[in-house]
Nanobody, 115 residues
Framework: QVQLVESGGGLVQPGGSLRLSCAAS????????MGWYRQAPGKQRDLVAR???????NYADSVKGRFTISRDNARNTVYLQMNSLKPEDTAVYYC?????????WGQGTQVTVSS
């Protein structure tokens, strides 16, 4: 059993930056993948970025060059640095952990990009 606690969401103007954090309640060892998903009202939940235990990453085309996912194993934490934010980035962002054939989800954090 793993709990994921998210933080860092909020209201930001277009062009601004936010950093989301997701802290796991225990050490995540072995083969695993952690990712950030987002869901806007009336839309499906889509992958934003993913990072594997070896450190490889992949991103949705819409965020490439603007968002960076990283992982601090010593602190059991994954981050999403979001730069050059656009109104279309507005959504609830969910942290995900895939580990030992299971999926764990954070509680979600609201990101709103608006003037």
């Amino acid at each position: 059993q793993v709990q994921l606690v998210e933080s860092g969401g909020g209201l930001v103007q277009p062009g601004g930056s936010l950093r989301l954090s997701c802290a796991a309640s225990r050490t995540v060892f072995g083969i695993s993948a952690m990712g950030w998903y987002r869901q806007a009202p009336g839309k499906q939940r889509d992958l934003v970025a993913r990072i594997t235990s070896p450190g490889s990453t992949n991103y949705a085309d819409s965020v490439k060059g603007r968002f960076t996912i990283s992982r601090d194993n010593a602190r059991n934490t994954v981050y999403l640095q979001m730069n050059s934010l656009k109104p279309e980035d507005t959504a609830v962002y969910y942290c995900n952990l895939h580990w030992f054939y299971n999926d764990y989800w954070g509680q979600g954090t609201q990101v709103t990009v608006s003037s």
